[in-house]
């Protein structure tokens, strides 16, 4: 295998586990909204999702030289190539269902975020500012969710709320991200939340926003405006606030796989894990 040949693999792989996380995420807001189970349009969102970050990592950005440092000497080639045809492919799905929108919204964003948007001398770029990226990042995916969702089911205050959920959902897991990044954000001039307020405020900030969140759910699934899914909200909320609480960037580099990877168990294994105790709990 030639040099690049390893960091092009893991450059292609990268993106795999968020992907089948973008697919189960649209599962739980087809369960929010009592809709029925459409693996395809799954598959098309987790192709989408694969795509809009790959292509992320396939184009240089300054932070990611210390941020990914193991994608260095990927070939950027064969990383676009995969995100046209997985785009493709995605687009594809749902195209089949009249859903023409949803699938180019996040990849357009993800380009705009990455490159920014050039106005005259000046680049504006959407990764700038203090949460700006986090907030964009969720509108982004909360906005697609409920895009596609909205095909389905006819109800605006369902939509509305189930676009609220996954936009605060993924404003706080793109949130926990940057721990890790810290330095790399620092480096290319990124101004992301655990830069500007440091770790212990950036979490009470996020823990905020979870309660928030669910106390809206809660009021949704009451008045009935969402599905009775109560367990899978319950497990989401009290996982990820005992996971703020525990976490650190110091993790990421501990001898111990467990502490390692918890992070991504519990942030991208956090659907897999709700849906498994939902399966074994009847509600």
Not at 191 to 198: E, H, K, N
Request: overall charge positive; aromatic content about 10%; proline content about 3%.
């Amino acid at each position: 295998m030639t040099f690049s040949g390893k960091p092009t693999l893991q450059l292609l792989n990268s993106s795999t586990v968020v992907a089948l996380s973008g697919g189960l995420r649209l599962h739980i807001a087809f369960l929010l909204a009592g809709l029925a189970i459409r693996v395809p349009e799954y598959c098309a969102l987790a192709l989408i999702t694969y795509a809009t970050y790959t292509l992320d990592r396939a184009l240089d950005c300054r932070e990611d030289a210390i941020n990914r440092s193991e994608l260095c000497g990927a070939d950027g080639r064969v990383g676009i190539f995969a995100c046209v045809l997985t785009f493709i492919l995605g687009a594809v799905l749902l195209a089949r269902d009249g859903i023409y929108l949803a699938p180019v919204f996040p990849f357009v964003v993800g380009y705009l975020y990455t490159h920014g948007v050039r106005i005259g001398t000046h680049t504006f770029k959407l990764k700038a500012g203090a949460g700006i990226k986090n907030i964009i990042i969720g509108i982004t995916w909360g906005g697609t969710i409920a895009l596609i969702v909205s095909r389905w089911c006819s109800a605006a205050e369902t939509v509305l709320i189930i676009f609220l959920f996954f936009a605060m959902k993924v404003f706080v897991t793109s949130c926990v991200n940057d721990f890790k990044d810290v330095q790399g954000d620092l480096a290319a001039g990124i101004r992301t939340l655990p830069v500007c307020l440091g770790e212990n405020r950036t979490k009470e900030v996020l823990i905020a926003v979870l309660l928030v969140m669910h106390g809206i759910m809660a009021y949704a699934l009451l008045s009935g405006i969402i599905g009775n899914e109560w367990l899978v909200l319950l497990f989401g909320l009290l996982l990820s606030i005992a996971f703020l609480i525990v976490y650190t960037p110091a993790f990421e580099t501990k001898p111990q796989i467990l502490c390692r990877r918890l992070r991504e168990c519990v942030i991208s294994g956090e659907y897999v894990f709700s849906l498994a105790l939902r399966a074994c709990i009847p509600v």
